[in-house]
């Protein structure tokens, strides 16, 4: 059996059962004493493997008297120790952090662990290491950290990560190999990614471009993949510890508190976190060299006294009031080890915010006064159930199968009222998603492995609305964001995937699958004289990947992929109502069709000797049928009453073609042993071909240089992130009908200084200090609604227990 597939196997029962005379040994960062999760440890002839678990522990009864043990782990330096100088070491083994990883193991790219060598794609990981150190308030920020995901906020509570030119439901989140992506995924910017506890993540990696083949429909532009912690079992029979940490932040008053707590036994192990945060009106930064001084301030709020709105001047302008919410996570896991080969697991995944307020659209003004007196986001609710089984033992079809059984109940609503109106229009959703994923890996030679799969989901819409006088109490009828007669939306799909080896320098992968996707909707109560009562879709595609990765040559790695996307059309697609912009409402469409991505990329990463790497990757994809909002006739009108006024009708139409194309730039170095440099560089652009327009979901250029210390407990770092400008005629025609959200000039260009450090002590305690924006500058990234946070002190103190 070849190594990698000695390291799949390991990788699932990594912290499985032990008996209570094992020998363990603990892998920790040599600077800050971290124990360090998923550690590879191996003899050089790959007879004998183990991982660390997520206690950083690693069973190594395998090893013997003589041996000589390789530890190697992504960001770290390999190093190799004898088996009999372990004793001397205490059984502990310190490994030191490095900029660029040749080795590293990834499992987003086939769905079971790989090597990234192995993969034709560009994967960014974010390590648990790593959010614990930068301390991101959601898993956007965390995404966000990598430099190479450009994310998207219209309010503090939000979050749209954008992946080479495609975002919302052009994207796909995968929690614990479970789409997040359900029915109502709409085609603006979208904030589920927040739901997604980071403080409980112990890795989340980006795959860049379709990955429709292993994934299924949505991920046109990338796979957002997060793995939270797993349960560790216990090396000696019982065993429990944990942790917590608290951290403030001054921009926006935040107040995180979390903890959590592992128990461990033979068979069996658990692990539960939570986590509580409570964010305040976010400050904007004061120095305006980039705007006109008057551009993103606060200078009024809306305030009801009585029965009447009366706009209140605002004290401080760069406070954006109303921004802040209140989240609330909590994670439990719990597994069952019934034998070596086979291990059971039930998961349990909450989250809920309180009223998050929608700050653009609070910003929006009209003959000189607000337009808006309330508008927020509801509660909310996102849980998940997850049944999941792991059985490994080698049959004629497979050699490792997983099996994935989940339900998911999501519950999101709008609530707006226009200002010196006393009705409040509330709009309720929810969805049900029953979902099924049935993995398998096959190990067919030294040379050649496979990966196929089946998976279903079923998603039931409920979608309910109403109108109340806040005055008098009074309660009518509204119009629904979806049909209120309910909406059902299937989706089924099989893949299969293989990897085959050339010598051990060079690897060929292709992959083919075929999905389909049946939509029906019912109009109850129809406010709007539509033509139809019902809505419905059945559409199929089949799609593939091709691509290849060598190290032939000596000092580098080329690779190159080749695939096509496929995405139907989904409830929010088809069946929407909802006004998108001042005097525009969008229309259902029950002609719309799917769209589909071809993509080709390549990339090339040089090895400077062993302390650097630089990675360069472009790629084009074309799409074709691309889904965009243009003018509609609906039932032959060009416009219709929405919510009192006469809106223009627009629809999610299929336009023809449409391309986008760009490139990306990494470098990362080890200055010495104690110092490292790391940068990236993105640059995206895509043109409706049809309408000769931009792409709404295509950011200017952006990136990240960092430089960072390392050394006797200290971690200290220093970074800059920065965007280029795109002018105003270059934004969307959708962006352009925003003149609340951008300057006159469109984005301007602009830079930010982080600077952070912290320290390990002795006793499991870790203190953290930061400050972001240095330069305390008002900036606005690219569709953005609210402006970036000013300067922010961050304070945070983490003890292991």
């Not at 337009?371 to 089984?389: D, I, K």
């Amino acid at each position: 059996m070849s190594f990698v597939v000695r390291l799949i196997a390991v990788f699932a029962f990594a912290g499985a059962s032990v008996s209570a005379h094992a020998q363990t040994i603990a892998v920790r960062d040599s600077a800050t004493g971290a124990p360090l999760q998923r550690v590879v440890v191996y003899t050089p002839d790959q007879t004998k493997l183990a991982v660390t678990n997520d206690e950083g522990k690693a069973r190594i009864d395998a090893f013997s008297s003589g041996d000589r043990l390789v530890f190697r782990q992504l960001g770290y330096a390999t190093r190799t120790v004898a088996y009999d100088s372990l004793a001397a070491l205490e059984f502990v083994v310190e490994l030191r952090a490095r900029s660029y990883a040749t080795d590293e193991v990834v499992v987003s790219a086939n769905r079971w662990e790989t090597k990234r060598s192995d993969a034709p794609q560009v994967i960014a990981a974010v390590s648990a290491d790593k959010i614990a150190f930068e301390a991101p308030q959601t898993s956007a920020d965390a995404l966000a950290t990598t430099g190479k995901v450009f994310v998207q906020k219209s309010q503090l509570g939000g979050g749209s990560p954008m992946l080479r030119g495609f975002a919302a439901n052009g994207v796909l989140i995968v929690v614990d190999g479970v789409r997040m992506n359900n029915a109502i995924y709409r085609g603006g910017n979208l904030q589920n990614v927040i739901l997604v506890d980071p403080n409980n993540l112990a890795r989340a990696e980006v795959v860049f471009g379709p990955g429709s083949v292993m994934y299924g429909g949505d991920a046109l532009g990338g796979v957002m993949a997060f793995h939270t912690r797993k349960p560790v079992f216990s090396a000696d029979g019982f065993e429990t510890f944990g942790s917590a940490f608290a951290r403030y932040s001054s921009a926006n008053e935040e107040k995180t508190a979390h903890a959590d707590f592992n128990f461990g036994a033979a068979r069996v192990a658990s692990y539960t976190g939570v986590t509580v945060s409570d964010f305040g009106d976010l400050r904007a930064g004061n120095l305006h060299d980039l705007y006109d001084l008057d551009f993103g301030r606060r200078h009024f709020y809306v305030e009801r006294v009585g029965n009447e709105d009366v706009v209140r001047a605002n004290d401080d302008p760069n406070i954006q009031t109303p921004s802040g919410y209140r989240q609330f996570n909590v994670l439990h896991k719990t597994e069952y080890a019934l034998s070596d080969a086979l291990e059971f697991g039930y998961q349990f995944h909450h989250s809920s915010s309180s009223d998050i307020p929608r700050y653009d659209r609070l910003t929006e003004t009209r003959d000189g006064a607000p337009r808006y007196a309330e508008w927020y986001y509801g509660p909310q609710r996102w849980t998940m159930h997850v049944l999941e089984s792991d059985l490994t033992e080698p049959t004629l079809f497979y050699n490792k199968i997983k099996t994935t059984l989940a339900f998911q109940s999501v519950e999101e609503s709008r609530h707006d009222r226009k200002f010196q109106s006393d009705e409040l229009r509330s709009r309720v959703e929810k969805v049900d998603v029953y979902s099924l994923n049935v993995d398998a890996f096959r190990y067919s030679s030294e040379r050649l492995q496979w990966f196929y799969g089946v998976d279903a989901s079923f998603n039931r819409v409920a979608s309910s609305a109403r109108s109340e006088n806040i005055s008098t109490g009074a309660v009518s009828p509204e119009a629904t964001r979806y049909p209120d007669g309910g909406s059902d939306y299937f989706r089924l799909g099989a893949y299969v995937r293989f990897a085959y080896r050339f010598g051990e320098k060079t690897t060929a992968s292709a992959g083919a699958r075929y999905s389909r996707a049946k939509l029906d909707a019912t109009i109850a109560e129809d406010f709007y004289n539509l033509p139809f009562d019902k809505l419905s879709l059945d559409a199929g595609a089949a799609t593939w990947s091709v691509g290849a990765t060598t190290e032939a040559l000596e000092g580098w790695r080329l690779y190159a992929n080749v695939s096509s996307g496929f995405r139907a059309p989904n409830v929010d697609d088809v069946a929407k109502v909802f006004d998108s912009e001042p005097g525009t409402v969008v229309a259902p469409n029950d002609a719309l069709g799917p769209e589909y991505a071809y993509t080709a990329e390549g990339g090339v990463v040089t090895y400077l000797g062993e302390s650097a790497a630089l990675e360069l990757t472009t790629y084009y994809t074309l799409v074709e049928d691309v889904i965009v909002r243009r003018d509609f006739l609906l039932d032959g009108r060009d416009s219709i009453m929405y919510d009192g006024e006469r809106s223009a009708v627009k629809a999610n139409v299929n336009a023809g073609e449409g391309y986008v194309f760009g490139a990306s730039a990494t470098f990362a170095a080890d200055l010495d042993e104690r110092i490292s440099l790391s940068s990236t560089l993105a640059y995206c652009e895509g043109r409706d071909k049809t309408a000769n327009e931009p792409l709404r979901h295509t950011p200017p250029v952006f990136g990240k240089t960092t430089i960072g210390y390392r050394d006797a407990g200290w971690r200290l770092e220093a970074s800059v992130e920065y965007q280029g400008a795109k002018p105003f005629d270059d934004l969307a025609p959708s962006e352009q009908e925003k003149t609340h959200m951008y300057a006159s000039v469109g984005s301007p260009a602009w830079y930010a200084l982080d600077v952070r450090a912290s320290y390990a002590l002795p006793f499991g305690v870790a203190l953290s200090l930061g400050v972001e924006n240095v330069m305390d500058a008002h900036y606005r990234p690219y569709g953005w609604g609210i402006s970036a946070p000013g300067r922010n002190l961050v304070v945070s103190a983490r003890a292991a227990f």
